[in-house]
């Protein structure tokens, strides 16, 4: 079985500073890890992935995301945020093997404030 | 070029009615997939389509749910006898090929409410 754990509900920053939302995971074999942004009314728009080797891995809208293997973490990083980054997050695994559908986490709302 | 598309975006029908949600992938996408976004959830997995054929429904509810894709394209989530518990939003997601390291493009989904 797979998992995803997406421990904050809300983040809350103000604009310009760096943020941080956090994803740890469980999964079978190689995970495969990505991030997707939702806005209001909208679909989900893909962001960033990890596949295979370097650990940190960048995105569109100048968003990153560390992958620790150790600590079976994603998370998702920015180095100075923007009002209109305020949506919800969510991280998402599949393994190398078994279910081809991706495991959600619950989401992350992200808040900037001005 | 053209992203997912799904209709209707919004769908009321009454309790025990059925409905169909319709599903435009990504032209040359050969994986489909159908989630369900419940109220401050994440989305959870339906079904999956390779091709024509459902490879993987162990996602779906109950047999009142059904799915289908007879050309490999559009593809079309059928619900019966409608129950309240069913409202929710209804996403479709295409990807180039059904690999894990694909990503998935989500289409804007279809609000489903059901009185």
């Known amino acids: 079985a797979q998992s995803v754990a997406q421990p904050e509900d809300q983040v809350n920053v103000a604009e310009g500073n760096p943020l941080t939302v956090k994803c740890t995971y469980s999964?079978?074999?190689?995970?495969?890890l990505f991030w997707y942004v939702q806005y209001p009314n909208r679909g989900l728009q893909f962001l960033l992935k990890y596949i295979t080797g370097d650990n940190l891995v960048k995105g569109s809208y100048g968003f990153e995301a560390e992958f620790n293997k150790s600590q079976t973490s994603f998370h998702l990083k920015k180095p100075s945020a923007l009002v209109s980054d305020s949506a919800l997050y969510f991280c998402a695994v599949r393994g190398d093997t078994g279910r081809r559908a991706l495991t959600f986490g619950s989401g992350t709302r992200l808040q900037v404030q001005p | 070029g053209a992203g997912v598309s799904q209709t209707p975006s919004n769908k009321v029908t009454e309790k025990g009615k059925y409905v169909e949600l319709r599903c435009d992938p990504i032209?040359?996408?050969?994986?489909l997939y159908w989630y369900r976004q419940s109220l401050g959830q994440g989305p959870e997995f339906l079904i999956y389509f390779q091709g024509t054929g459902a490879a993987d429904d162990s996602g779906l509810p109950n047999d009142r749910f059904f799915a289908v894709r007879p050309e490999g394209s559009v593809s079309t989530l059928k619900i019966q006898r409608t129950e309240r518990g069913d409202s929710a939003v209804y996403l479709c997601a295409s990807s180039l090929s059904p690999g894990p390291s694909y990503e998935q493009y989500f289409g804007p989904g279809t609000r489903l409410t059901v009185t």
């Open positions: 999964v079978s074999g190689n995970p495969y």
């Open positions: 032209s040359g996408h050969t994986a």
